[in-house]
């Protein structure tokens, strides 16, 4: 890390946003629904007509942009969180399984995820939520089920590759059972790219969710989200340009750092990485 300050710009960037979304409540100036009409469109402070109460300005129903900011990053943490956890548990499985095994099972998977991969993801959430409903739970839950192929595909790979050496047959040679290779062997081994490939789709979670908030899909107000704020600011842009330029640089940061967080972990993790950066 000391070798890679990009990846350490990324974990800077990454660990202030979980700090500020598990602090929000703390550190969040004032209640992000609580509508103060007196004080709409306020600027920020350092803009001529606005004091220090609302640092970041307001919006068109006088609610704090700073205060409805750190709850949106905390949503958008949440929601991407708990996404790939529940993603990388059902690809990560059937991957390890589907690798491992070989035979029909695994040409039924792929072909699955040859279906999935061809519907555009973002379409496929947006047709779901219209159906079931938007609450949290069925964000979480959707964006979770349509990221799993991803998983599937590099695990399967990994563990192809991994099952044919010589470790591998030395376990099988004194009678491990195929659930102990998989799980002491295989797993293990595998483990960097499940971690790499976790970080990268979080953040293409992240970015889906503000997607779909911004089209009304996601997170419903008045509970704040980034996407939303950007979606409420698209009329004031002329006129009030803090009111979707402050969400806008928070997606691109919390982006930005799970991205090169990702990059440096592939470097941390993958031996031949490792030694080529070593090397320069």
Known sequence: MVRNPLMSLGLGIVM???????????????????QELAE???????VEGNDREYPLG??????????????GVR??????????????????????????????ADDL???????????????LAIAVIAVVGSSLPTL????????????????????????????VEASRAIGATDLRIIRTCILPNALPTILVTATLLMAT??????????????????NPSLGSMLSEARQYLATAWWLGTFPGLAIMLIILGINLLADGLRDLLDPRSRKRVQGE
């Open 140 to 167: 979480i839950g959707v964006l979770g089920l349509t990221q799993w192929v991803m998983y599937a595909r590099v695990v399967r790979g990994e563990t192809l590759s991994i099952r044919e050496k010589e470790f």
């Open 75 to 104: 949503i958008s943490l949440l929601v991407g969180g708990l996404a790939v956890l529940l993603s990388g548990s059902i690809g990560v499985s059937l991957g390890l399984l589907s690798g491992y095994f070989g035979g029909w």
């Open 40 to 46: 709409r469109l306020r600027p920020p402070f350092w």
């Open 205 to 222: 979670v992240i970015m889906i969710e503000a997607g779909l908030s911004y089209l009304g899909l996601g997170i419903q107000p008045p």
């Open 16 to 34: 202030l946003m979980v700090l500020i979304a598990l602090l929000a409540p703390l550190l969040a100036p004032h209640d992000p629904c609580r």
């Open 58 to 71: 307001t919006d068109d129903l006088g609610r704090d942009i700073l205060s409805r900011m750190m709850y």
């Open 109 to 123: 998977l792929m072909r699955v995820c040859d279906v999935q991969l061809s519907i555009p993801l973002t379409l």
